[in-house]
């Protein structure tokens, strides 16, 4: 078997991957540099407001802390009525879809479990009609013998 030979690569061919490594070194300095820079900004500006602020939120907070324990209220009242509204229709849904005969999630497990109620209470009652039977002649035996 003949082998060709392998070219050999060329000085240019040879410096564009390091030129092209280089370059991308660079972009990614430039770009974490300028978002350090922006990042020591903010945190300049950040406590540059605090310090100007702080003496406005001490001065005004018999007013912002009600202000903002009401707003809270508020927000978390509007939340959870929305959360309740959102749980109730979807259990109307599923009521719905369950009393159409689509059978819904989980109603199986609810068939069951109403199966094992109703034997529950009706056991129950059997004990219960059976206590009382035996009580009222208990009762009934030991008035009429004195």
Do not use: C, N
Request: no cysteine; charged share 10%; aromatic share 6%.
């Amino acid at each position: 078997m003949h082998q060709q030979p392998h070219p050999t690569p060329s000085s240019h061919e040879t410096s564009t991957p390091r030129t092209h490594q280089v370059a991308k070194s660079v972009a990614a300095a430039t770009a974490g540099g300028s978002l350090l820079f922006l990042s020591g900004l903010t945190l300049a500006g950040t406590v540059i407001a605090l310090t100007i602020a702080t003496p406005l939120l001490v001065i005004f907070s018999p007013v912002l802390v009600p202000a903002a324990i009401t707003v809270a209220m508020l927000i978390g009242g509007f939340l959870s009525s929305g959360g309740f509204g959102v749980a109730a229709v979807s259990v109307l849904s599923w009521i719905y879809s369950y009393l159409t005969g689509k059978h819904p999630v989980w109603s199986d497990q609810i068939e069951q479990a109403r199966v094992k109620l109703a034997s529950k209470a009706r056991d129950m009652k059997e004990r219960a009609e059976h206590y009382s039977g035996a009580r009222e002649g208990g009762v009934g035996g030991g008035a009429q013998a004195s």
